[in-house]
C-alpha cells in the first residue's frame, strides 16, 4: 500500500505530529546538504546535481514509496558505479542510463517482485558494499591529501599512481581535511553541539576557515565548479537515442539492481528502529518514479539512504512528512545559501566520505563473519570483496550469487535422502496395523527432501546399490515437497530400466502437486494407473495380490 495514504489513514498528518516531523526534516536537510555534494563530486557530477537529486527523489519516495520512514537521496553505495559511467558516457549519460534504471524498478514493483531481492545473500552484501568503502576512501585520496589526480583502468593502477604522487601532497588541505575529520566524528560531542550533525560542522568550520585565511592551493567547490547556480532546476528531456539505450541496458540494469537492494535494506533497517512495516513492491515503484523523474530535473541516480532515513527516525520523524520537509529545506537551502558554497574546500567533503566510507564498510560485521561464519560463505565473502576492488562491482555481485546459489543447491543436493527401507524400520512404522508384513521380494525405497536436478545423482547412486532384482520396487514419495524437469527423466529413466529387468515399479504418497507433474510428464502412463498409489500401505496390499 503506498506509504502516504498509510500515513494518512493512521493520523500521522494530524496536528500533533506536525512539530516532531518538521524538526527531523529539517535535520534530516541539513545533514543531506554536505552528503549530497559530496556524493555528487565524487560520481562525476556537479555539486548542485546532488542537491537536485535529493530534493526530486526525496520528495517522490516520501509520497510514492512503500516506507513511509524512507528518505532517499544520492548514496555512496552508487559512487563507483555513476562515476564508472559518467566517466564513458559523460553525465548526460548517467542520466539517460537513471531513467532507465527507473523505469525497470517500476516494473518490478508493478511485478511484485519486491520480494525477491532478499534472496541476495549476506555474504554478497557485505563483500560488495566493504569493497565499494574501499574504493570511494581510496578515490577521496586526491582531494584530503591535495594530490594530483590519478586514473588507471584498473583499482591498482590508480593506486600505485597515488602511491607514486603521494610525496607531493599539499600540506595546507591534509591539515584542513585532517580537523575536518576529526569535527565529523568528534564535533557533536562539543557542548552544545550535541544535535548538531558532524558533516555541517565540519562543513562550517572548514569554510570559515578558508574565508579567513584564503588558503593558497586548497581547491574548493568555486575554483573546482565555479560555485552552485542559486534557483530550482528546469525541466530539461536528455537526447535520447535508440543507439545510446542500447548501450546503456547494462549500466542501467547495474543501477536498478543495486537501488532495488539498497532502498530495500534501509526500509527493513527502518522497520527494525520504528516497527513498521513496508511494502516491498510499492518501495520498488516509488523508487522507480524518483528515477524516472530525477534525471528530468538535472539529477541523477537516488535510493534509500540507510544513515539518513535512520537519522529521521531517532530525531522523531513518523511519517511522510518529515521526508517532504527534508526536500523543502533543500529547496531553501539551494535558493538562499547557494552562494555560500563557494568557498566549501573539497578537502572537507573528502573527509565526510572518509567516514561514510567507514560505516559502509561495516569492519566488525565484516571481520566476525571471516571469523564465525561456515567456511562456503566466507570463501564468498572475500571472492565478491575481491572481485569488487580489483575488477568490477557487476562481475562481483554475479559471481558473489552465482557461488552462494551453488553453494546452496549443493547443500540442498547433500539434504536429499534417498534410501532403501528395511523390513525391520517398515515393521516398527507400521506397528499400528495388525498382521503387517512387507511381502517377499518387494524392495521399497523412500526419497526424502526435493527431487530435482542436484538430488539425482543420490537417486541413481542408491538404485544402482540394489544387488539382486526385486519382483516389485516400491518408490515413497510422500516426502518429495517438488520434483524438476530433471528429476523427472530420471525418475523416466530408472523406470524404464527396471522394467526391462522385468521388476514392476510402484509410486506411493506424492502429494497433489508432484503427482500432477507425474501424470503431465507421463510417469503414471509408464507405472501404469494401477501402479500409483495416494497411501504407501494401499500399495503394499497391491502386491499382495500380485504373484510374485
Known amino acids: 500500500m503506498l506509504a502516504f495514504l498509510e500515513a494518512h489513514k493512521a493520523g500521522l498528518f494530524a496536528r500533533e505530529h506536525w512539530l516532531r516531523n518538521i524538526v527531523s526534516g529539517v535535520i534530516v536537510g541539513v545533514v543531506a546538504l554536505p552528503l549530497a555534494m559530496a556524493f555528487a563530486i565524487a560520481s562525476g557530477a556537479e555539486p548542485e546535481q546532488g542537491l537536485y537529486t535529493a530534493i526530486v527523489a526525496g520528495f517522490i519516495v516520501s509520497v510514492f514509496g512503500g516506507s513511509r520512514l524512507q528518505i532517499a537521496g544520492p548514496t555512496g553505495a552508487f559512487i563507483v558505479i555513476l562515476a564508472g559511467i559518467t566517466a564513458e558516457y559523460g553525465i548526460e549519460g548517467l542520466q539517460i542510463a537513471t531513467l532507465m534504471a527507473g523505469l525497470m524498478l517500476l516494473l518490478l514493483g508493478l511485478a511484485k517482485m519486491g520480494s525477491i531481492i532478499k534472496f541476495i545473500p549476506d555474504p554478497v552484501i557485505v563483500g560488495f558494499t566493504a569493497g565499494i568503502a574501499v574504493i570511494i576512501w581510496v578515490g577521496q585520496w586526491p582531494s584530503f591529501f591535495g594530490l594530483p589526480d590519478a586514473s588507471g583502468e584498473h583499482f591498482h593502477n590508480t ?52 574565508v579567513v585565511f584564503n588558503f593558497d592551493g586548497v581547491a574548493t567547490i ?37 537501488g532495488a537492494i539498497e532502498s530495500l535494506l534501509s526500509a527493513v533497517v527502518a522497520d527494525g528502529m520504528a516497527g513498521t512495516r513496508h511494502d516491498s513492491n510499492q518501495e520498488l515503484v516509488g523508487q522507480g518514479l524518483a528515477n524516472v523523474l530525477t534525471p528530468l530535473f538535472g539529477g541523477f541516480a537516488a535510493t534509500g539512504a540507510i544513515a539518513r532515513t535512520a537519522t529521521n527516525i531517532r530525531n522523531g520523524g513518523t511519517g511522510p512528512l518529515s521526508g517532504i520537509v527534508h526536500a523543502i529545506t533543500l529547496v531553501l537551502m539551494l535558493l538562499f545559501l ?64 552465482i557461488l552462494a546459489t551453488l553453494h546452496f ?112 510428464a507421463g510417469i503414471v502412463r509408464l507405472v501404469g494407473e494401477e501402479g500409483v498409489f495416494d497411501d504407501f500401505e494401499e500399495a503394499v496390499a497391491a502386491c499382495r495380490g500380485i504373484r510374485i
Open 338 to 401: 547557494a552562494p555560500l558554497a563557494t568557498n566549501v574546500p573539497l578537502a572537507a567533503l573528502a573527509a565526510i566520505l572518509f567516514v561514510v566510507a567507514w560505516n559502509m564498510s561495516e569492519v566488525k560485521h565484516f571481520t566476525k563473519m571471516v571469523r564465525r561464519a561456515p567456511r562456503a560463505d566466507v570463501v564468498i565473502l572475500l571472492v565478491t570483496f575481491g572481485l569488487t576492488v580489483f575488477a568490477d562491482l557487476v562481475v562481483a555481485v554475479n559471481i558473489g550469487v
Open 159 to 210: 593506486l600505485w599512481q597515488l602511491f607514486q604522487v603521494f610525496p607531493e601532497l599539499h600540506w595546507t588541505t591534509t591539515a584542513l581535511a585532517l580537523l575536518s575529520l576529526l569535527l565529523v566524528i568528534y564535533g557533536p560531542r562539543f557542548p552544545g553541539l550535541t544535535r548538531v550533525p558532524g558533516p555541517l560542522i565540519a562543513l562550517v568550520v572548514a569554510t570559515v576557515l578558508h
Open 409 to 520: 543447491l549443493r547443500r540442498m543436493a547433500t539434504s536429499v535422502e534417498v534410501r532403501q527401507a528395511t523390513e525391520d524400520e517398515l515393521t516398527r512404522e507400521f506397528a499400528h496395523v495388525s498382521h503387517w508384513q512387507l511381502p517377499p521380494d518387494v524392495l521399497v525405497y523412500t526419497v526424502e527432501g526435493p527431487f530435482f536436478f542436484g538430488a539425482v545423482e543420490n537417486f541413481e547412486r542408491a538404485l544402482a546399490g540394489t544387488h539382486s532384482d526385486p519382483k516389485v520396487l516400491i518408490i515413497r514419495m510422500k516426502w518429495v515437497p517438488f520434483i524438476d524437469i530433471t528429476g523427472l527423466q530420471t525418475l523416466e529413466e530408472v523406470i524404464q530400466d527396471l522394467q526391462r529387468r522385468d521388476v514392476r515399479v510402484m509410486l506411493s504418497g506424492a502429494n497433489p502437486r508432484v503427482a500432477a507433474k507425474l501424470r503431465k
Open 222 to 258: 568555486g575554483s573546482a565548479f565555479g560555485g552552485i547556480p542559486q534557483g530550482l532546476p528546469e525541466f530539461q528531456l536528455p537526447d535520447i537515442t535508440w543507439n545510446k539505450v542500447i548501450e546503456l541496458i547494462g549500466p542501467a540494469f547495474t543501477i536498478a539492481m543495486l
